[in-house]
């Protein structure tokens, strides 16, 4: 095992049952040389169950009546909510240039388009999103965002709508005047009320179908900078879940490291607007 050594005793097998244990659950994958990291992290949950070790903290997660709930810490505990307003724009841009505008120009009275954010962390990606919709004229159309992330901490903070200078790092200086007011004592800035209404956040891990399946028929996902915490089979499993709501065509987002290519044969590559994305195949396709 590397990195600093466990506070309470983790005999052999107890690293390797823990991460399989939370494999399984959250899709968080720990290869065998990082196991002393995942100890680390679950540390102080152990010590706050008063746990002399971490087979006790093992017990309670999977067999105790407490562990359903104790899953919501791990989540927090394993959640790295690194986001910023405008991250990989390229994607936002060819979602409100092409997609939407192609959406609402298919003949018929109008169809309500849903967008899901499915790994949101803090909101910068799904408020990006009510942003760009509201700048590029789509403001006032039938579209409704949801949001998701399993960390309810992160959650907490994207329903605050409070942002302090590390979002802000891609987001151009008019937007961030158009959209953000100081809070009086403080240094973070507080999103107008009017784009967070536009996003409802709800608690989701990706790694329970049960949770995806009321979302995945959206016809547009984003799910960007998750998969990179993710086991193959993990990211496969998602993705099937996804691929099962969604309607042929629909788009999917991931982040510009994540490649898809060797984990589903439910999603084709393509290009919109130079943007990369994948796109839900006709049922029928092989
Ligand atoms: C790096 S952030 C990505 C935020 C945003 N999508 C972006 O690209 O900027 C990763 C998020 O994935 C969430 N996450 C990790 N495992 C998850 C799971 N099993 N289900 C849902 N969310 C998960 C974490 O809580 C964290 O907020």
Redesign the pocket.
Known sequence: MSGLAPLLPAPDPVPLLLRDLVHER???FFEDGRCSTLLEKLHERAVAHGCSSYLDYYYILKFDEKGPEEWHHV?DA???????FW??FDQVRALVDDIVPAWFAEPGPARPLRIW??????G??PYSIAMALREHGWGAHPIEIVA????AA?LAKARAGLYRERSFRALPEPLRERYFSPVPGGNALRLDPAIMARVSFHQ????APDQTAAFAASPVI?????FI??SPSSISRVLSSFARGMPAGGHLFV?ASESLLKLTHEFDLTQVRGAFVYRRKPLSSP
Request: hydrophobic share 35%; charged share 20%; glycine share 6%.
């Open positions: 959250t899709g968080v989540q394993f959640s790295v909510p690194e986001t910023y991250r990989e954010s499915a790994a949101c962390a803090t910068e990606e998701s992330d399993a960390s992160a989701i891990n990706l790694a984003f799910c960007r900078n998750v915490y993710f982040g």
